[in-house]
C-alpha cells in the first residue's frame, strides 16, 4: 500500500509530466549540438535520471506570471541553462566529498577519472555562458553568474566547516543554513528569477518569487539532509538537533515558499508551484 506521501509524488509527477518531457527534448537537443565533441559521452551519462526541479521552477514560473501572453522568448535554454549549472556544480561536489555513487550509478569521476570531470564541468560552464548570451537581456546571464557565484562559495565554507572533525565537531544552526542558502537555495532562486524575466512581469512579481525560490530550496535541501541523516558526511548532524526539529524547520520553509505566492495570479502554473513546495518536503529520494 503507497503512503500518502507516496501518493502525493505520483500525483505530481503526473501533472508536470508535460513539462518534464520539453526538458529531457531541450537537454538531448542542447546535448546533441555537441555531438561530435570529446564530452559528448560524459555529459550524456551524468545528465540522466534527474529530478529536474530546478529547470521545472523556471518554466513553472514563466507560466504562472505570463498570464497567457505569448512571446518569442524561448525559455527553453534557459532552462537547460540552469540544469547544466547543476549539473556542473554536482561533478564538483562529488570529487571534493569523495562520493562513489550518484542516483545509483558511479559517480562521474569515478566513472571517467578526475581530468576528465574537472574539464567535462568546465566544458558545461562554456554551455551555460553560450545559452546565457542568446537571450538579449543581459539579467538572464547576470542570475546564472551570480548563482555559480553563490554556490562556489557555499561549497567552499562547507569545505572550511569539514576541516574539523566531522562527527565531532559542532557548527551552529547560522552556519549551516549559511551554507544551504548560497550551496543549494541560490539557484533555486535564481531558476525563479529567470522564470519571472522571462515573463516580462514587475520588479514586484520578482522579488515575490525570488523569496519563494529562496524558501523552497531551503525546505528541499533540509529534506536532502533528512533523507541523508545517517550518512557520516551529514552536515546537518553536527548541528547537534535532532531529526524532528530538522524537519519542523523544514515545513516552515516549504510553507513560507507556499505564502511567497500570495500576489501570484491563479492558475494552474500556480498550482503547480505550490504543490512542488509539498513535494520538496514529502518526496522519498
Not at 500500500?1 to 501533472?15: C, G, L, P, V, W
Not at 546533441?32 to 570529446?38: I, N, P, R, V
Not at 551570480?146 to 547560522?174: P, Q, Y
Amino acid at each position: 500500500m503507497q503512503t500518502k506521501d507516496a501518493e502525493f509524488e505520483t500525483y505530481f509527477k503526473s501533472k508536470t509530466l508535460h513539462y518534464h518531457a520539453k526538458i529531457e527534448e531541450s537537454i538531448s537537443d542542447i546535448l546533441d549540438e555537441f555531438s561530435d565533441s570529446s564530452f559528448y559521452e560524459g555529459l550524456t551519462f551524468a545528465v540522466q535520471d534527474g529530478k529536474r526541479v530546478r529547470p521545472l521552477i523556471v518554466l513553472l514560473v514563466r507560466d504562472a506570471l505570463a498570464d497567457g501572453v505569448v512571446t518569442n522568448i524561448d525559455p527553453m535554454r534557459a532552462a537547460v541553462a540552469v540544469e547544466l549549472l547543476h549539473l556542473e556544480s554536482i561533478i564538483h561536489d562529488d570529487i571534493i566529498d569523495g562520493e562513489e555513487v550518484r542516483r545509483d550509478k558511479p559517480a562521474f569521476h569515478k566513472k571517467f577519472g578526475i581530468p576528465a570531470s574537472i574539464l567535462s564541468a568546465d566544458f558545461v560552464l562554456g554551455l551555460i555562458l553560450d545559452i546565457a548570451s542568446q537571450y538579449p537581456d543581459s539579467r538572464i546571464g547576470r542570475e546564472l553568474s551570480l548563482a555559480a557565484l553563490r554556490m562556489s562559495s557555499g561549497e567552499f565554507k562547507e569545505v572550511i566547516l569539514n576541516r574539523n572533525n566531522r562527527e565531532e565537531k559542532k557548527i551552529t544552526l547560522d552556519q549551516y543554513l549559511e551554507v544551504v542558502r548560497d550551496k543549494t537555495a541560490s539557484l533555486f532562486q535564481s531558476s525563479a528569477r529567470i522564470g519571472a524575466l522571462l515573463s516580462g512581469t514587475t520588479r514586484r512579481e520578482i522579488d515575490s518569487v525570488s523569496d519563494f525560490g529562496m524558501n523552497l530550496g531551503i525546505a528541499y535541501q533540509m529534506q536532502d539532509d533528512l533523507l541523508d541523516w545517517d550518512e557520516n558526511s551529514s552536515l546537518a548532524r553536527r548541528v547537534g538537533k535532532d531529526r524532528l526539529l530538522l524537519q519542523k524547520l523544514s515545513h516552515e520553509y516549504a510553507t513560507n515558499a507556499r505564502t511567497c505566492l500570495a500576489s501570484i495570479p491563479s492558475g494552474e502554473a500556480k498550482d503547480r508551484l505550490q504543490e512542488l513546495a509539498e513535494f520538496a518536503v514529502s518526496r522519498r529520494f
